[in-house]
């Protein structure tokens, strides 16, 4: 089943999550350590993050200039393809405008439509580190609109040269991002949800939303889509706190507000050991609200480690 047919015929909220792939280099064993702890929980699906890879312009020897790729992840399909293939389970791979032109794109839906991969997020992704407007591929997509439009045509048979995608009979499940707290690029959240709204009408079929610290945020949030027609599912994204730098870092990385009483609680703790417990406190007293509200399943963000994870699952689910 795919993640919208999943939500529709779950008898009770999904716990799912989200990977990080480790940096080129290093060894897939990292993401499995991470899923061994989580599996027994039962996850719905488990989501794979997809990053452009980091380019630095540098001086050659003749004086002129050239991008060198200094930090990359591995590709998000072939990880995909190894998770469903040990673990069984279902897996959401990431696809980005960042990097990627429409002919790639559809080449990475040939893949995985292939690998039998038929579950989406698609997101804009970020601009290139050092770079603080995001710009688009020549031949790609400025907008996860587009991204979701282009996918849409892709289920209808409808290629990029205009053939007819003969032979085969794609049905991917798109998912598209959510910020109760507004992209931090957007203007105001009227002109955010607009352009949510557009991703819906394009086809997207469910909502994951950017992580929050406020329930009632998340509570606001799905009430202003409603108003404005939005009425697929909208699944909650919890990150826990997980060490001192969070209070700063998470604000300026992810235009996101950190409730007053909780960071009266984190400048309580002296060591990063204690944040992490108290994230995992704050993310079960989340969750429950959560559940309480009726949420169709709560989306954990891992950043590569799950023993906080764990604690929180065991709890909740």
């Not at 439509?113 to 050092?130: A, C, E, T």
């Amino acid at each position: 089943m795919t993640v919208i047919e999943k939500i529709k015929n779950a008898k009770k909220p999904l716990f799912t999550f989200e990977l990080l792939p480790p940096l080129k280099g290093q060894n897939i064993s990292e993401i499995f350590d991470v899923i061994d702890k989580l599996i027994e929980f039962n996850p719905a699906y488990i989501n794979i993050t997809y990053h452009q890879k980091e380019v630095v312009m540098k001086k050659r020897s003749d004086g002129l200039m050239e991008k060198v790729v200094v930090r990359k992840r591995p590709g998000t399909v072939a990880i995909a393809a190894a998770i469903k293939n040990k673990y069984k389970v279902s897996v959401v791979p990431h696809l980005i405008c960042g990097g990627f032109t429409k002919d790639a794109l559809e080449d990475a839906l040939i893949d995985l439509q292939f690998l039998g991969i038929n579950d989406l997020l698609v997101l804009r992704g970020d601009p290139p580190k050092g770079s603080r407007m995001f710009i688009p591929e020549d031949g790609g997509h400025s907008h996860t609109s587009e991204l979701v439009e282009q996918i849409a045509n892709f289920n209808k048979g409808e290629l990029i040269s205009g053939k007819p995608n003969e032979g085969m009979k794609p049905n991917f499940c798109v998912g598209v991002a959510g910020y109760p707290e507004k992209h931090l690029e957007a203007p105001n959240m009227q002109f955010d949800l607009e352009k949510l709204k557009l991703k819906v009408d394009n086809g997207a079929q469910y909502i994951v939303t950017q992580m929050f610290f406020d329930t009632q945020k998340y509570i606001d949030f799905v009430k202003m889509c409603r108003e404005i027609g939005i009425n697929v599912p909208i699944i909650p994204g919890i990150k826990p706190i997980s060490s001192l730098n969070d209070i700063n870092l998470l604000p300026q990385i992810f235009s996101i507000d950190i409730p007053s009483d909780l960071v009266v609680e984190i400048n309580k703790c002296t060591t990063n050991n204690q944040v992490r417990q108290l994230g995992v406190e704050w993310a079960i007293k989340q969750s429950n609200e959560l559940l309480k509200f009726g949420v169709p399943g709560i989306h954990y963000y891992s950043l590569g480690q799950s023993d906080n994870i764990k604690k929180i699952a065991k709890a909740i689910f």
